[in-house]
């Protein structure tokens, strides 16, 4: 297998820390994102669409999202868990991991690109081919999203260590890596949210978090 990667990107740092909790170590290659190496040949014919994080199969497969990586990933190297024990806790790690991404690092990628000037063309990532132009409005929306997220970390870690009960799942990485990314439109953690930051600090602390 191999892993194509970009150091500096949120959704590949899910992956990586993922592979760090099960101490998996791929032969990895480094995309760069900022100079477009993604956006043309040889990345393109490994991914069309132009996303990373994306894994390569020994028979020369490729598939990317971060959930399907993980998700075979899981089913190779089983522990510890991350996606979930039993059948109710993978119910609720998948309803709270999708929660993480669409409200915290989705909602992020809507303030960050349809503000930034490089991406005035190209506001959703990759497909150069398929370029969607920013809209303005969608600031406004990603901040709001931004804070229902804020509200839904702090109500759920204020009853448990982490998200789904007392293990470190997948859900948990999701939120720790949108929230690493919200730096970069500097939005934090509200002040008076004392739970969520109990828990960032946690999650910040495990040694897959330098990954
Ligand atoms: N839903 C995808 C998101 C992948 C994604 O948006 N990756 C970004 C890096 S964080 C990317 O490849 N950007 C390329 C670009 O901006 O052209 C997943 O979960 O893997």
Request: hydrophobic residues 40%; glycine residues 6%; proline residues 7%.
């Amino acid at each position: 297998m191999k892993f194509y990667d970009c150091r500096m990107a949120p959704n590949p740092r899910r992956a990586r820390i993922f592979m760090a909790e099960k101490s998996i170590v791929l032969p990895t290659i480094e995309v760069d994102i900022v100079n477009g190496e993604n956006l043309r040949e040889p990345f393109l014919t490994v991914n069309p669409r132009g996303l990373l994080p994306t894994l390569e199969l020994d028979d020369g497969t490729h598939f990317d999202e971060v959930m399907a990586i993980c998700r075979y990933l899981e089913e190779l190297y089983p522990t510890p868990a991350l996606l979930g024990r039993t059948p109710v806790e993978r119910a609720r790690v998948t309803s709270y991991q999708r929660k993480a991404e669409f409200e915290g690092m989705i909602a992020g990628s809507e303030v960050f690109r349809n503000g930034h000037e490089k991406f005035s063309v190209r506001s959703i990532p990759g497909a150069p081919h398929q370029s969607v132009p920013a809209i303005p409005g969608l600031i406004a929306r990603g901040h709001q999203t931004i804070g229902r997220f804020h509200d839904w970390l702090e109500n759920t870690l204020s009853r448990s260590e982490y998200l789904v009960g007392d293990t470190y799942t997948m859900a948990d990485i999701t939120a720790q890596c949108a929230i690493g990314f919200h730096a970069w439109i500097k939005v934090e953690i509200p002040e008076n949210h004392a739970h969520t930051q109990r828990w960032f600090r946690a999650v910040s602390a495990r040694p897959s978090a330098g990954a």
